[in-house]
C-alpha cells in the first residue's frame, strides 16, 4: 500500500483532520438516518404505487450504502492516517463504490422509468413487477461489475491521498486506470442521455396541448405526474452535485500529467457524496404533505391518503 504522503500536497494539521472526521460522521449520519426513513416510508406506506416504488426504493437504499461505511473514514480522519490496513482498505473501496455506482444507475433508471410510466402508458402497463425486479436486480449487479473489477486488476482500490480513506486510485497512469475509467464514462454518459432525453420528452409531454389537466395525486400515488417528473429532475441535480466532483477529479487526473493532489481536493468529493445523500428525500418531502406527514413518523391513512 502506497504512503499518502507520497502522493498528497498541502497535508491538513491535526485539527483539521479532526473538522474532517466531524462532518464525516454529521454528512455519513444524516444520510444514513435520510435513506432509512425514505425506506421505512415506503415499506410502511406504499406512497407510490406498485410498480413504480421497486426502483425508488433500490435508489434509497444505494444512498445508504454511499453513506455506510462512514464510521472507517471519520475515526481514520481524528487519527489522521487509514486505521484499518490493506484488507480493509479493500472492503471499504469496494462498498463505497457500490453504492456510488448504484446510486449514479438507479436515478437515470429512474428518469426513464418515468417517461415511460408519462409517455408510453399503454406500454407501461403492461410491464409486470417481477420485469422491474429484474431490472433492479440488473442495475445491481451492473454496479457490482465496476466495484468487483479492480479487485482483479482492472483498476485498484488504495489509501486516497488524503491518507484517511481508500477509494479507486484516481491518480493511477497507467493503461488499466485509463480504459477502465474510459469504458465506465462511456457507458454511463449513454444511460444519462438517455435519462435527460426521457426528461425533456416528459416536460413536451405535459407541455402540450393534448394534456389538460394533471391527475390528481390519489392513495395509490402521492404524487402526480408532473410532481414525479420535477422529482426525476431534482434526484438528477442533486447527483450531479454530489458526484460532480469526483467526476472532475477523475478528468483531472485522466488529463494532466501531474501525479500530486492536494489533501482538500481529495476530501471534497468524499464528503460531497455523503452530503448529498441526505438530500435525496427533499423532493419527496417538498412535493407531498403526505409524504411528509408519513416520513416524520406520522401514519397516512386511506382517507388522508385520497384527500387532495
Known amino acids: 500500500m502506497s504512503s499518502p504522503t507520497d502522493t498528497a500536497v498541502g497535508m491538513f494539521s491535526v485539527w483539521e483532520f479532526r473538522f474532517v472526521g466531524i462532518a464525516y460522521f454529521v454528512f455519513g449520519s444524516a444520510g444514513v438516518l435520510a435513506n432509512a426513513f425514505t425506506i421505512l416510508t415506503f415499506m410502511r406506506e406504499s406512497p407510490i404505487g406498485s410498480p413504480r416504488h421497486i426502483l425508488q426504493l433500490n435508489m434509497a437504499i444505494a444512498n445508504l450504502l454511499v453513506c455506510a461505511p462512514f464510521p472507517f473514514s471519520g475515526l481514520s480522519s481524528f487519527k489522521g492516517q487509514w486505521l484499518f490496513g490493506e484488507l480493509g482498505c479493500q472492503l471499504y473501496g469496494t462498498e463505497s463504490f457500490l453504492g456510488g455506482m448504484a446510486a449514479t444507475t438507479f436515478i437515470p433508471v429512474v428518469c426513464i422509468e418515468h417517461y415511460l410510466a408519462s409517455c408510453k402508458k399503454d406500454f407501461y402497463d403492461t410491464i409486470s413487477s417481477s420485469t422491474w425486479w429484474t431490472v433492479a436486480m440488473l442495475c445491481w449487479m451492473y454496479a457490482a461489475l465496476w466495484a468487483i473489477l479492480p479487485l482483479f486488476g482492472w483498476n485498484s482500490y488504495d489509501v486516497e491521498s488524503s491518507g484517511i480513506a481508500c477509494g479507486i486510485n484516481w491518480l493511477k497512469k497507467d493503461a488499466s486506470h485509463i480504459t477502465y475509467m474510459q469504458a465506465m464514462v462511456i457507458t454511463y454518459l449513454i444511460l444519462f442521455v438517455m435519462a435527460f432525453y426521457g426528461l425533456y420528452q416528459s416536460r413536451v409531454y405535459w407541455e402540450s396541448v393534448q394534456v389538460k389537466a394533471d391527475p390528481k395525486p390519489d392513495a395509490k400515488n402521492w404524487f402526480t405526474e408532473r410532481q414525479q417528473a420535477w422529482i426525476c429532475l431534482a434526484f438528477m441535480g442533486i447527483m450531479c452535485i454530489g458526484f460532480g466532483p469526483y467526476a472532475i477529479l477523475g478528468a483531472w487526473s485522466a488529463l494532466t500529467d501531474s501525479t500530486t493532489v492536494s489533501t482538500l481536493a481529495i476530501i471534497i468529493p468524499s464528503l460531497a457524496c455523503k452530503a448529498s445523500s441526505s438530500l435525496y428525500p427533499l423532493p419527496y418531502i417538498v412535493?407531498?404533505?403526505?409524504?411528509?406527514?408519513?416520513?416524520?413518523?406520522?401514519?397516512?391513512?386511506?382517507?388522508?391518503?385520497?384527500?387532495n
Do not use: I, N, T
Open 287 to 307: 412535493a407531498s404533505d403526505k409524504f411528509r406527514a408519513a416520513y416524520l413518523g406520522y401514519r397516512v391513512s386511506e382517507q388522508e391518503a385520497k384527500a
